[in-house]
């Protein structure tokens, strides 16, 4: 039997707590599955190959899952302010709640290494500078080293493990709240090393300033993650209410996964806004000429006579001048025109010789 908590119950049960992370948990599962969704119908709309990139945020998608169902266990034990009045019933939802607290660590662990490989495989596919690729690979090698180490911290935190949520095992458990900080700030540092990486390039891009603060700000949307990592890292160290301030971290958790999903996607997407500008000029241009009676139409690009528009490649391993000159599937060289893998864009170099 349970008695309310110091606040009443809110809806089904919960506190507001509860309840807030119940509907989260829903929305980001929703909205993480739609953002998965466009982007595997952008890649088949534009005929673009799917790259390890693509997979990999597939991938994180469905850790999402399970994540947020472990949470929600958490939530319907006592992590959402229930008390119990038969000590028996306590004690066996105590065990419930801590070993799905114990989950949480390794779980966002692989949920968040897979976010940021996907985002750096997919910076790999547009950004081809020698310096770039360099600081990319360093980058996955951290990313790598941290998950290892943060794979083999969660696990061994307490040895035996069940000295973490059973009273009655003997064992013992390291400083959590030391190794917490500490991993939590590389893991922010590498988020914001992800944020800058690309930033040199986009800035030194020959195109209108808007267009590059467009393309910069998009990228930019990641910052949304280090605000909800710092904001995780101080309802852990938050001193009132323990179980409070778990329960808070673990919204906090859902709140960061769910935003680094959707920003991994956003700058995927510019086909499909493409298609839609498209689409919505095309009707506006077939309703003005019912309109006005007149036989002149206005031809809207297509993008289906393109497979990669759209799509961008920046950067130049020689280091020479680049000018985005337009979208094609051809590079024009001399006389011969030559292929493009299906993210490429057509580059013109002008060479002058005195």
Same mark, same amino acid.
């Not at 004690?91 to 114990?102: D, L, N, P, R, V």
């Not at 059973?166 to 090393?193: Q, R, S, T």
């Given at each position: 039997?349970?008695?309310?908590?110091?606040?009443?119950?809110?809806?089904?049960?919960?506190?507001?707590?509860?309840?807030?992370?119940?509907?989260?948990?829903?929305?980001?599962?929703?909205?993480?599955?739609?953002? $998965?969704?466009?982007?595997?119908?952008?890649?088949?709309?534009?005929?673009?190959?799917?790259?390890?990139?693509?997979?990999?945020?597939?991938?994180?998608?469905?850790?999402?899952?399970?994540?947020?169902? %472990?949470?929600?266990?958490?939530?319907?034990?006592?992590?959402?302010?229930?008390?119990?009045?038969?000590?028996?019933?306590?004690?066996?939802?105590?065990?419930?709640?801590?070993?799905?607290?114990?989950?949480?660590?390794?779980?966002?662990?692989?949920?968040?290494?897979?976010?940021?490989?996907?985002?750096?495989? #997919?910076?790999?596919?547009?950004?081809?500078?020698?310096?770039?690729?360099? %600081?990319?690979?360093?980058?996955?090698?951290?990313?790598?080293?941290?998950?290892?180490?943060?794979?083999?911290?969660?696990?061994?935190?307490?040895?035996?493990? $069940?000295? #973490?949520?059973?009273?009655?095992?003997? *064992?013992?458990? #390291?400083?959590?709240?030391?190794?917490? =900080?500490?991993?939590?700030?590389? !893991?922010? =540092?590498? !988020?914001?090393?992800?944020?800058?990486?690309?930033?040199?390039?986009?800035?030194?891009?020959?195109?209108?300033?808007?267009?590059?603060?467009?393309?910069?700000?998009?990228?930019?949307?990641?910052?949304?993650?280090?605000?909800?990592?710092?904001?995780?890292?101080?309802?852990?160290?938050?001193?009132?209410?323990?179980?409070?301030?778990?329960?808070?971290?673990?919204?906090?958790?859902?709140? %960061?996964?769910?935003? $680094?999903?959707?920003?991994?996607?956003?700058?995927?997407?510019?086909?499909?806004?493409?298609?839609?500008?498209?689409?919505?000029?095309?009707?506006?241009?077939?309703?003005?000429?019912?309109?006005?009676?007149?036989?002149?139409?206005?031809? $809207?690009?297509?993008?289906?006579? %393109?497979?990669?528009?759209?799509?961008?490649?920046?950067?130049?391993?020689? *280091?020479? !001048?680049?000018?985005?000159?337009?979208?094609?599937?051809?590079?024009?060289?001399?006389?011969?025109?030559?292929?493009?893998?299906?993210?490429?864009?057509?580059?013109?170099?002008?060479?002058?010789?005195?």
């Amino acid at each position: 039997m349970t008695t309310p908590a110091s606040s009443a119950p809110y809806k089904l049960g919960l506190n507001h707590v509860g309840y807030t992370t119940l509907v989260i948990c829903i929305f980001f599962m929703a909205l993480s599955t739609l953002a $998965a969704a466009l982007r595997v119908w952008t890649r088949v709309v534009k005929r673009a190959k799917f790259g390890i990139d693509d997979w990999l945020l597939i991938a994180s998608v469905v850790l999402f899952f399970p994540f947020c169902a %472990n949470i929600l266990v958490g939530v319907y034990t006592i992590g959402s302010g229930q008390t119990y009045t038969d000590p028996l019933v306590l004690a066996s939802k105590s065990q419930q709640y801590f070993k799905s607290e114990y989950a949480i660590p390794p779980l966002y662990a692989i949920n968040v290494t897979t976010i940021k490989l996907s985002i750096l495989f #997919f910076y790999r596919r547009i950004f081809t500078t020698d310096s770039f690729l360099r %600081n990319n690979y360093i980058i996955i090698g951290i990313c790598t080293v941290w998950f290892v180490v943060a794979i083999i911290g969660d696990l061994l935190y307490c040895i035996p493990m $069940a000295t #973490f949520w059973n009273p009655e095992v003997k *064992g013992k458990c #390291f400083n959590f709240p030391l190794y917490f =900080l500490v991993m939590e700030l590389v !893991d922010m =540092l590498l !988020d914001i090393a992800i944020l800058c990486l690309p930033l040199k390039i986009i800035l030194s891009l020959h195109m209108p300033l808007s267009k590059r603060l467009g393309i910069l700000c998009i990228f930019l949307l990641g910052a949304l993650v280090v605000v909800t990592s710092a904001i995780r890292i101080g309802y852990v160290y938050k001193p009132s209410a323990s179980l409070l301030s778990l329960a808070q971290a673990s919204l906090w958790s859902v709140i %960061n996964l769910g935003v $680094a999903i959707l920003c991994a996607c956003l700058p995927t997407y510019k086909p499909l806004f493409g298609k839609l500008h498209t689409i919505g000029t095309s009707l506006w241009t077939n309703h003005f000429s019912a309109n006005s009676g007149s036989s002149t139409t206005k031809t $809207a690009p297509d993008s289906h006579s %393109n497979p990669t528009a759209y799509y961008y490649r920046m950067g130049d391993s020689n *280091g020479n !001048d680049i000018h985005m000159t337009g979208v094609s599937t051809q590079i024009q060289s001399g006389n011969k025109a030559q292929s493009l893998p299906s993210d490429g864009v057509r580059v013109q170099r002008d060479v002058h010789v005195s």
